[in-house]
């Protein structure tokens, strides 16, 4: 089976791509795992200024991975699992497509191998 993908699905997956490749990133997607939280309780454990916290925080969101959602000077986050799903299944559809790709190899290791004499 062949996917196509169309240009902004491929961009899109960039994006998620970009966002997970960060450790920083996947400990708070980690954290959101457990349920929302706001802002200052997701950069208690990283040693870095909330400003900079705050950037990780925009990619995350601006890939779809999180919502927020602002009341007063409190901004609350949480998880929007969708964009991780499409990530799950491109990864899916190229495990499938190399294990294919391994089977044929196999194969033909094998018929070259019983034609030797």
Not at 87 to 114: I, M, N, P
């Amino acid at each position: 089976m062949i996917v196509r993908h169309m240009p902004n699905d491929l961009a899109q997956l960039d994006r998620v791509f970009h966002a997970l490749a960060d450790p920083t990133r996947r400990a708070v997607l980690a954290r959101l795992s457990n349920g929302p939280a706001a802002m200052s309780v997701l950069a208690q454990p990283f040693r870095m200024a909330l400003p900079s916290f705050a950037q990780h925080l925009d990619v995350l969101e601006t890939c779809g991975l999180v919502r927020s959602h602002k009341e007063g000077r409190v901004r609350t986050y949480r998880l929007a699992p969708q964009k991780l799903k499409t990530a799950e299944r491109w990864l899916t559809e190229q495990r499938a497509l190399w294990e294919r790709r391994l089977d044929q190899l196999d194969t033909y290791l094998l018929e070259f191998k019983e034609q030797k004499p």
